[in-house]
C-alpha cells in the first residue's frame, strides 16, 4: 500500500535533471517564498548553477535570505553557485515617443493595448535570463491571480505580434497604394518597435515551447490546510491545465502534528480543523506528490534556518523520531535558561525520567 | 434586477433620478432614503425585509412629533456650511440618525462613521493574514450599527462567499442575511469588467472608410482588416481594472468596503487611474489620426466630414479614472486599512506597502494585527515560544518609523473558522472598538 503512493518529498524535482523552469505558486501567505527559498537551496546542491527570481511586485525574497537583491542576480552569501534577483514585470519599456505618420499609428497601437508593457517587460527578463546560462531557474511568484496572467504573458504576446505584422503588412499596403496615386513621398522606415517586438518572438516562442514541455517545466503548489487555500489551489491545478504547464507536486505548510509540545485547546482544536482538509486534499490529488511540512513556532528567516528546515523537504516529517526527541529537549533547555528556577525541576525530572 | 453594467454604459442621470434607479435593487434603500414612503411599498419586498423596514419605519415614527421644516432647516444649518449640494433624502436620513444617539461617547469605531459623505475603506496587506476576515467584519459591523453598508471583493479568489456562509457569486450584488440594517455584498467578476472595459474601448472609425473602399472597389481589404479581431488583445486588462470600475458605479451606501487582493495586486491599483489615463489616451490619439487620415481623404473627392462624436463611452471611462484617482487620495471620504499578521516577513511587507501608500498620498491611519495568541494562563511550549516570536514582531512594529504612527488593533486567533454573520459579528466586536 505505501509503495502504490507517490514519494512524499519534493525529491523527484531534484533528480529530472532536464528541469529547467521551475514555479512556485499558491494563496497569499502559505510560504511561498519560504517554500522556493528552500527548494533553489535544495537544487543548488545537485546543480551547477540555480537562480531564484522573485516576480511578485511585493518581493520577499530579501526577507527570506536577509540579503538585499536587485534586479540583476546577486550571489547569496555563503553559496557559490546560487543567485537570486527580484524582478517586477511592470517596468516600464522604452517609450516610443516621437515617431509620426504610420509608424506612430502602430507605436499606439502596440502601447494602447492594456498589459502589453507587461508582457513584453517579462518577455525582456525571461530573454535575459536565457542568456546567462543558469542550469535551474526558479520563479517566487505572486499570489495564484498574478501568477496567472504572468504564465499567460508568452501566449499573450505571441498573438498580439502575430496581430501586428498581419495589421502591417495589409495596411502598409493600402497605404503604399495610396502614396503612389498621389505622388506623396514614401513616409514608412522600419518601426522600432516593431523591430523590437521581431527581435523577441523568436526567444518567447522557445520560452512558450519549454514551459509547456513537461521535462522542462513543473509548478509547485504551496497551500495551507484551510478551505480557502485548498480552494485556490484546485483552481490553480486546473488553470495550469488549460495552460498545459506540469504540475504533480504539492506542499502543503503549517500542519499542526500531534506532538509533545503542541498542548493548549486552541492548537488541538486548530488541529482538528486542518485534519478535515488534510483528508480532503489527499483524495483530491491521490497522483500528486504531496510534502507536509510542520508549523513551527518561530519564523524561518536567514540562510541558516532555511537550510536547516530544508530537511524536510526531502524527510517526511515524523513528530515521534529520536530527532524530535534531541529537539525537545533542545526545546526544554531554552525554557531553563529563561527562567532558573523551573530550570532546575525540569533539570530533575529529565534526570529522574 | 437591474445590471450593474447598465450604468457604466449609461449617461450620468440626474441626482433625483439616480435614487430611484438605484431603489430598484433593493426595497430597503428605497424605504430608507425615501421619507414618503408608505408601509404599503413595502409589501412587495421579501419577509425578511419588511421585517427591517418595519424597524425602520417605527424609529422614524417615534421622532415624528418633532419633524418639522423648521427642526430639519436648524438641523441642516448646525451641521453643513453648503446647502444647495445636498441630497435632501439622504440626509434627513443621517440627520435622524445622528439625533437618535446624541449622547453617545467618541470611540475608535464612531470616528470611522463619523461625517455625512460616503466612506471608502480599503483593507489591504500581505496576502493570507486575514484580509477577507477583518472587511467582511468591519462591514457587519457598519450595518449593525445602522449604516447601509456594500462590501466588494475584487481578489480573484472571492472568499467573501465563504466568509459570509452564503453564495456571493455572479457579479450581481446579493442581500447579505443577518445583519440589522442593509448590507449588500459583490464579487467582482472578471469576465464583466473585461468585456465592459473591450466594449468601452471599442474602436468604430471603419464606418466610413469602408464605404470609401468600396467606392473604390477595395472594400474587401476593410473586411480582412476586420476579421483581425483586434480586440482580443485587450483580453488582459491590468489588473486592479476591476476595482476602478466597481468605484466608478454609483452606490446609495453610507459606507463602502473594499476587500483587495494581495499588496501586490494593490501597489498596481495605485497606479492604475494613471495607466489607464495614459492607455486611454494612446487609443483616443490612435482614433483621432485615423479619423483625420479619413478625413483628408474624403476632402480629396469633396465629401463632408464627419462631426466628433459627442457621447464618447471611452472618454467617459477616461474621465471615471480621474474621478478614482482623486477619491484615492480624498482624506475625509477615503482611508487604507493595512491588516498583517505578527512575523517579520509580514511586518516589513506592511511597511512596504505603508510607504507605498504615502508615497501615493493615500490616507492610512489604522493597522490592524491579526492572529495574535490570545492570553492564557498555562501556556504551552509551542505557545509560548510562539508568543515569544509575536511579541518580539509588535516590538518591531513599534519601532518602524512607518508603522508607528498608525493607529493599532489586535485580533486574536480563534479556535474555529470565521464564518458567517454571528462569527463575523463577534470578530468585528473585538477589532473594531
Given at each position: 500500500?505505501?509503495?502504490?503512493?507517490?514519494?512524499?518529498?519534493?525529491?523527484?524535482?531534484?533528480?529530472?535533471?532536464?528541469?529547467?523552469?521551475?514555479?512556485?505558486?499558491?494563496?497569499?501567505?502559505?510560504?511561498?517564498?519560504?517554500?522556493?527559498?528552500?527548494?533553489?537551496i535544495c537544487l543548488a546542491s545537485v546543480r551547477s548553477s540555480v537562480l531564484i527570481i522573485s516576480t511578485d511586485?511585493?518581493?520577499?525574497?530579501?526577507?527570506?535570505?536577509?540579503?538585499?537583491?536587485?534586479?540583476?542576480?546577486?550571489?547569496?552569501?555563503?553559496?557559490?553557485?546560487?543567485?537570486?534577483?527580484?524582478?517586477?514585470?511592470?517596468?516600464?519599456?522604452?517609450?516610443?515617443?516621437?515617431?509620426?505618420?504610420?509608424?506612430?499609428?502602430?507605436?499606439?497601437?502596440?502601447?494602447?493595448?492594456?498589459?502589453?508593457?507587461?508582457?513584453?517587460?517579462?518577455?525582456?527578463?525571461?530573454?535575459?535570463?536565457?542568456?546567462?546560462?543558469?542550469?535551474?531557474?526558479?520563479?517566487?511568484?505572486?499570489?495564484?491571480?498574478?501568477?496567472?496572467?504572468?504564465?499567460?504573458?508568452?501566449?499573450?504576446?505571441?498573438?498580439?505580434?502575430?496581430?501586428?505584422?498581419?495589421?502591417?503588412?495589409?495596411?502598409?499596403?493600402?497605404?503604399?497604394?495610396?502614396?503612389?496615386?498621389?505622388?506623396?513621398?514614401?513616409?514608412?522606415?522600419?518601426?522600432?518597435?516593431?523591430?523590437?517586438?521581431?527581435?523577441?518572438?523568436?526567444?518567447?516562442?522557445?520560452?512558450?515551447?519549454?514551459?509547456?514541455?513537461?521535462?522542462?517545466?513543473?509548478?509547485?503548489?504551496?497551500?495551507?490546510?484551510?478551505?480557502?487555500?485548498?480552494?485556490?489551489?484546485?483552481?490553480?491545478?486546473?488553470?495550469?491545465?488549460?495552460?498545459?504547464?506540469?504540475?504533480?507536486?504539492?506542499?502543503?505548510?503549517?500542519?499542526?502534528?500531534?506532538?509533545?509540545?503542541?498542548?493548549?485547546?486552541?492548537?488541538?482544536?486548530?488541529?482538528?480543523?486542518?485534519?478535515?482538509?488534510?483528508?480532503?486534499?489527499?483524495?483530491?490529488?491521490?497522483?500528486?506528490?504531496?510534502?507536509?511540512?510542520?508549523?513551527?513556532?518561530?519564523?524561518?528567516?536567514?540562510?541558516?534556518?532555511?537550510?536547516?528546515?530544508?530537511?524536510?523537504?526531502?524527510?517526511?516529517?515524523?513528530?515521534?523520531?529520536?530527532?524530535?526527541?534531541?529537539?525537545?529537549?533542545?526545546?526544554?533547555?531554552?525554557?531553563?535558561?529563561?527562567?532558573?528556577?523551573?530550570?532546575?525541576?525540569?533539570?530533575?525530572?529529565?534526570?529522574?525520567? | 434586477?437591474?445590471?450593474?453594467?447598465?450604468?457604466?454604459?449609461?449617461?450620468?442621470?440626474?441626482?433625483?433620478?439616480?435614487?430611484?434607479?438605484?431603489?430598484?435593487?433593493?426595497?430597503?434603500?428605497?424605504?430608507?432614503?425615501?421619507?414618503?414612503?408608505?408601509?404599503?411599498?413595502?409589501?412587495?419586498?421579501?419577509?425578511?425585509?419588511?421585517?427591517?423596514?418595519?424597524?425602520?419605519?417605527?424609529?422614524?415614527?417615534?421622532?415624528?412629533?418633532?419633524?418639522?421644516?423648521?427642526?430639519?432647516?436648524?438641523?441642516?444649518?448646525?451641521?453643513?456650511?453648503?446647502?444647495?449640494?445636498?441630497?435632501?433624502?439622504?440626509?434627513?436620513?443621517?440627520?435622524?440618525?445622528?439625533?437618535?444617539?446624541?449622547?453617545?461617547?467618541?470611540?475608535?469605531?464612531?470616528?470611522?462613521?463619523?461625517?455625512?459623505?460616503?466612506?471608502?475603506?480599503?483593507?489591504?496587506?500581505?496576502?493570507?493574514?486575514?484580509?477577507?476576515?477583518?472587511?467582511?467584519?468591519?462591514?457587519?459591523?457598519?450595518?449593525?450599527?445602522?449604516?447601509?453598508?456594500?462590501?466588494?471583493?475584487?481578489?480573484?479568489?472571492?472568499?467573501?462567499?465563504?466568509?459570509?456562509?452564503?453564495?456571493?457569486?455572479?457579479?450581481?450584488?446579493?442581500?447579505?442575511?443577518?445583519?440589522?440594517?442593509?448590507?449588500?455584498?459583490?464579487?467582482?467578476?472578471?469576465?464583466?469588467?473585461?468585456?465592459?472595459?473591450?466594449?468601452?474601448?471599442?474602436?468604430?472609425?471603419?464606418?466610413?472608410?469602408?464605404?470609401?473602399?468600396?467606392?473604390?472597389?477595395?472594400?474587401?481589404?476593410?473586411?480582412?482588416?476586420?476579421?483581425?479581431?483586434?480586440?482580443?488583445?485587450?483580453?488582459?486588462?491590468?489588473?486592479?481594472?476591476?476595482?476602478?470600475?466597481?468605484?466608478?458605479?454609483?452606490?446609495?451606501?453610507?459606507?463602502?468596503?473594499?476587500?483587495?487582493?494581495?499588496?501586490?495586486?494593490?501597489?498596481?491599483?495605485?497606479?492604475?487611474?494613471?495607466?489607464?489615463?495614459?492607455?486611454?489616451?494612446?487609443?483616443?490619439?490612435?482614433?483621432?489620426?485615423?479619423?483625420?487620415?479619413?478625413?483628408?481623404?474624403?476632402?480629396?473627392?469633396?465629401?463632408?466630414?464627419?462631426?466628433?462624436?459627442?457621447?464618447?463611452?471611452?472618454?467617459?471611462?477616461?474621465?471615471?479614472?480621474?474621478?478614482?484617482?482623486?477619491?484615492?487620495?480624498?482624506?475625509?471620504?477615503?482611508?487604507?486599512?493595512?491588516?498583517?499578521?505578527?512575523?517579520?516577513?509580514?511586518?516589513?511587507?506592511?511597511?512596504?506597502?505603508?510607504?507605498?501608500?504615502?508615497?501615493?498620498?493615500?490616507?492610512?491611519?489604522?493597522?490592524?494585527?491579526?492572529?495574535?495568541?490570545?492570553?492564557?494562563?498555562?501556556?504551552?511550549?509551542?505557545?509560548?515560544?510562539?508568543?515569544?516570536?509575536?511579541?518580539?514582531?509588535?516590538?518591531?512594529?513599534?519601532?518602524?518609523?512607518?508603522?508607528?504612527?498608525?493607529?493599532?488593533?489586535?485580533?486574536?486567533?480563534?479556535?474555529?473558522?470565521?464564518?458567517?454573520?454571528?462569527?463575523?459579528?463577534?470578530?468585528?466586536?473585538?477589532?473594531?472598538?
Amino acid at each position: 500500500m505505501a509503495a502504490d503512493l507517490p514519494e512524499a518529498t519534493v525529491q523527484n524535482i531534484l533528480d529530472q535533471e532536464s528541469l529547467k523552469w521551475v514555479f512556485v505558486g499558491g494563496k497569499g501567505g502559505v510560504g511561498k517564498t519560504t517554500c522556493s527559498s528552500i527548494l533553489a537551496i535544495c537544487l543548488a546542491s545537485v546543480r551547477s548553477s540555480v537562480l531564484i527570481i522573485s516576480t511578485d511586485p511585493a518581493h520577499n525574497l530579501s526577507d527570506a535570505f536577509q540579503q538585499r537583491f536587485t534586479k540583476s542576480p546577486t550571489l547569496v552569501q555563503g553559496f557559490s553557485n546560487l543567485f537570486a534577483m527580484e524582478v517586477d514585470p511592470t517596468v516600464e519599456t522604452d517609450d516610443m515617443a516621437g515617431t509620426d505618420g504610420m509608424d506612430g499609428l502602430f507605436s499606439d497601437l502596440a502601447n494602447a493595448i492594456p498589459g502589453i508593457d507587461e508582457a513584453m517587460s517579462f518577455a525582456e527578463m525571461l530573454k535575459l535570463v536565457q542568456t546567462m546560462d543558469y542550469a535551474t531557474i526558479v520563479f517566487d511568484t505572486a499570489p495564484t491571480g498574478h501568477t496567472l496572467r504572468l504564465l499567460q504573458f508568452p501566449a499573450t504576446l505571441e498573438k498580439g505580434l502575430s496581430k501586428l505584422m498581419s495589421l502591417k503588412s495589409r495596411f502598409g499596403g493600402l497605404m503604399t497604394q495610396m502614396s503612389r496615386m498621389f505622388g506623396m513621398e514614401d513616409e514608412f522606415g522600419e518601426d522600432a518597435l516593431l523591430g523590437r517586438l521581431e527581435g523577441l518572438k523568436d526567444v518567447i516562442e522557445q520560452v512558450n515551447r519549454q514551459f509547456k514541455d513537461p521535462d522542462m517545466t513543473t509548478f509547485v503548489c504551496v497551500c495551507i490546510p484551510e478551505f480557502l487555500s485548498l480552494y485556490e489551489t484546485e483552481r490553480l491545478v486546473q488553470e495550469l491545465a488549460k495552460f498545459e504547464i506540469d504540475t504533480h507536486n504539492i506542499i502543503i505548510n503549517q500542519v499542526l502534528y500531534d506532538d509533545e509540545d503542541v498542548e493548549s485547546k486552541l492548537l488541538r482544536a486548530r488541529m482538528r480543523m486542518q485534519q478535515k482538509y488534510l483528508d480532503q486534499f489527499y483524495m483530491l490529488y491521490d497522483d500528486f506528490n504531496i510534502t507536509k511540512l510542520p508549523l513551527l513556532p518561530e519564523e524561518v528567516t536567514g540562510v541558516e534556518a532555511l537550510k536547516a528546515f530544508s530537511h524536510k523537504f526531502l524527510t517526511p516529517y515524523h513528530p515521534t523520531t529520536s530527532r524530535s526527541n534531541v529537539e525537545e529537549l533542545e526545546r526544554k533547555v531554552h525554557t531553563l535558561r529563561l527562567q532558573l528556577k523551573t530550570a532546575e525541576e525540569e533539570l530533575e525530572r529529565v534526570k529522574s525520567g | 434586477m437591474a445590471t450593474l453594467s447598465s450604468y457604466l454604459l449609461s449617461s450620468p442621470p440626474l441626482c433625483k433620478s439616480r435614487f430611484s434607479a438605484t431603489s430598484l435593487v433593493s426595497g430597503i434603500d428605497f424605504i430608507s432614503f425615501s421619507p414618503r414612503t408608505t408601509l404599503s411599498s413595502s409589501s412587495t419586498v421579501l419577509p425578511a425585509i419588511l421585517s427591517l423596514s418595519v424597524k425602520h419605519n417605527r424609529r422614524r415614527n417615534s421622532l415624528q412629533g418633532s419633524n418639522s421644516k423648521v427642526f430639519l432647516f436648524l438641523n441642516l444649518k448646525q451641521d453643513w456650511i453648503s446647502l444647495a449640494s445636498l441630497d435632501f433624502d439622504f440626509d434627513f436620513w443621517v440627520s435622524v440618525k445622528s439625533v437618535a444617539s446624541p449622547t453617545e461617547t467618541i470611540s475608535e469605531f464612531d470616528e470611522m462613521v463619523s461625517g455625512t459623505k460616503r466612506k471608502y475603506y480599503m483593507l489591504g496587506g500581505k496576502g493570507g493574514v486575514g484580509k477577507t476576515s477583518c472587511a467582511a467584519s468591519l462591514a457587519v459591523r457598519f450595518a449593525n450599527n445602522g449604516h447601509p453598508t456594500l462590501v466588494v471583493s475584487t481578489d480573484p479568489a472571492h472568499s467573501l462567499s465563504d466568509s459570509f456562509a452564503q453564495d456571493l457569486t455572479g457579479g450581481m450584488l446579493v442581500p447579505v442575511e443577518g445583519p440589522e440594517a442593509p448590507l449588500f455584498a459583490l464579487e467582482i467578476n472578471p469576465e464583466k469588467a473585461r468585456e465592459e472595459f473591450r466594449s468601452a474601448s471599442q474602436m468604430n472609425g471603419g464606418t466610413g472608410v469602408k464605404d470609401f473602399m468600396d467606392g473604390m472597389g477595395l472594400g474587401m481589404l476593410v473586411e480582412q482588416l476586420g476579421e483581425l479581431k483586434l480586440g482580443e488583445l485587450l483580453d488582459t486588462p491590468p489588473p486592479g481594472l476591476d476595482e476602478a470600475i466597481a468605484i466608478s458605479k454609483e452606490f446609495c451606501y453610507s459606507i463602502i468596503v473594499f476587500d483587495t487582493a494581495p499588496t501586490g495586486h494593490t501597489l498596481r491599483l495605485l497606479s492604475l487611474p494613471d495607466f489607464l489615463d495614459a492607455s486611454i489616451g494612446k487609443i483616443l490619439k490612435l482614433r483621432q489620426k485615423i479619423t483625420s487620415a479619413t478625413s483628408a481623404i474624403k476632402s480629396v473627392f469633396g465629401k463632408e466630414e464627419k462631426g466628433p462624436d459627442a457621447a464618447d463611452k471611452l472618454e467617459k471611462l477616461r474621465e471615471r479614472m480621474v474621478k478614482v484617482r482623486e477619491l484615492f487620495r480624498d482624506t475625509e471620504s477615503t482611508e487604507f486599512v493595512i491588516v498583517t499578521i505578527p512575523t517579520v516577513m509580514a511586518v516589513s511587507e506592511s511597511s512596504r506597502l505603508s510607504a507605498s501608500l504615502k508615497k501615493e498620498s493615500v490616507p492610512v491611519k489604522r493597522l490592524i494585527v491579526n492572529q495574535l495568541l490570545p492570553p492564557s494562563s498555562s501556556d504551552c511550549k509551542f505557545c509560548s515560544i510562539k508568543r515569544k516570536d509575536q511579541m518580539r514582531a509588535l516590538d518591531m512594529i513599534r519601532e518602524d518609523s512607518e508603522l508607528s504612527a498608525l493607529t493599532l488593533m489586535e485580533a486574536p486567533l480563534v479556535d474555529m473558522e470565521i464564518r458567517g454573520v454571528p462569527a463575523l459579528r463577534f470578530l468585528g466586536d473585538i477589532i473594531w472598538k
